[in-house]
């Protein structure tokens, strides 16, 4: 039983460089979202969606773009990555709202 | 806005004393409350929750009960474990009909867990 799976564990970019993460789960939830997780902040969401072919923005979405072309999966695009993206972030999926479940994290450093 | 505010760590105890870690929480509606927990170099999970005003919710051995009057959820557990070192987060979500915002959580900072044997 998979559950959320995140691609890749980690990763290390050089500012200005583009990457994607990819969120896939196969518990057939309707609701995905993306976290980051920094020192002394806990999570904070960055962007989400409620279904196929729908996101929106969270907390802190600047610096980042989304995509769920399909239910299963949820990509988080640095299209110009800087330093202050270096963190650890969760993709999580929820069948209501709510209670979430979560990916194992990926952990980007940007120099 | 709605927020979550958990005491701050890192918490030391010996194995089998009391835990406590406090987490109160401002929202504009009636919020479902959660407790997380995360393993060293793992994702997090679900350790409990309660969804309306009384409530009291319940895993392995940690229970916290929603407060309404006083806007608190605190975590509680009788004896810890050495494998109960973890970080722990307490969170909210409010409910569609306040928000409409596809159910998000919302996070306190986390309280790092340290149990010494």
């Known amino acids: 039983n998979a559950g959320v799976t995140q691609t890749p564990k980690f990763r290390v970019l050089k500012t200005g460089q583009s990457m994607t993460l990819l969120c896939a789960q196969d518990?057939?939830?309707?609701?995905m979202y993306w976290y980051r997780q920094d020192p002394g902040m806990g999570l904070r969401l960055i962007h989400y969606?409620?279904?196929?072919?729908?996101?929106a923005k969270g907390e802190v979405p600047d610096g980042y773009n989304v995509s769920r072309l399909k239910k299963q999966n949820f990509l988080l695009g640095l299209e110009s990555a800087a330093p202050s993206q270096t963190s650890v972030y969760f993709c999580a999926s929820s069948p209501t709202g709510g209670a979430a479940f979560f990916g194992q994290g990926t952990r980007l450093t940007v120099v | 806005g709605n927020s979550v505010t958990q005491m701050e760590g890192p918490v030391t105890l010996s194995e089998e004393a009391f835990l406590t870690i406090n987490c109160t929480y401002t929202?504009?509606?009636?919020?479902?409350l959660f407790w997380y927990v995360q393993y060293p170099g793992e994702g997090l999970q679900l350790l409990l929750k309660a969804t309306k005003a009384d409530d009291k919710g319940s895993n392995k051995g940690f229970e916290a009960t929603y407060r309404k009057e006083t806007t608190s959820f605190h975590l509680e557990k009788g004896s810890v474990q050495v494998s109960d070192s973890a970080v722990y987060f307490c969170a909210l979500s409010e409910t569609w009909a306040v928000d409409n915002q596809g159910g998000k959580l919302i996070f306190g900072q986390g309280t790092e867990l340290s149990v010494k044997p």
């Open positions: 518990m057939n939830h309707e609701y």
């Open positions: 929202a504009t509606g009636y919020p479902s």
């Open positions: 969606s409620v279904g196929e072919g729908t996101t």
